[in-house]
């Protein structure tokens, strides 16, 4: 799989369940507070500058679109939500 042009392919990295300060568990799916998400770049489009295949990122996780591939879902991320690279 490739990604083409300013965009990336992502594999987000799995969150788990996390308990707020008043005792209450929250799946990884309920933390709305959170705006970015962590993920490690498996494809990046041509256009990209800066980030390569297996960086780890943080993007911004209201701007993706999901693609599934043989039953794996992964985040395709515009190289402008991108605010961080470890």
């Known amino acids: 799989m490739k990604a ?3 965009n990336l392919i992502v594999d987000m990295t799995k969150q788990g369940v996390s308990e707020t300060k008043g005792g209450l ?3 990884e799916k309920q933390r709305e507070d959170i705006r970015y998400a962590e993920g490690k770049i498996l494809s990046a ?3 990209v ?3 390569k ?3 780890v990122i943080y993007f911004d996780k209201n701007n ?3 693609i599934e591939i043989k039953k794996e879902i992964y985040q ?3 190289m402008a939500h ?3 690279v470890l």
């Open 4 to 6: 083409i042009g300013n």
């Open 25 to 27: 568990f929250l799946g």
């Open 45 to 47: 489009g041509s256009n």
């Open 49 to 51: 500058i800066g980030i």
């Open 53 to 55: 295949k297996g960086d």
């Open 64 to 66: 993706t679109h999901q």
């Open 76 to 78: 395709v991320v515009n």
């Open 82 to 84: 991108v605010v961080v």
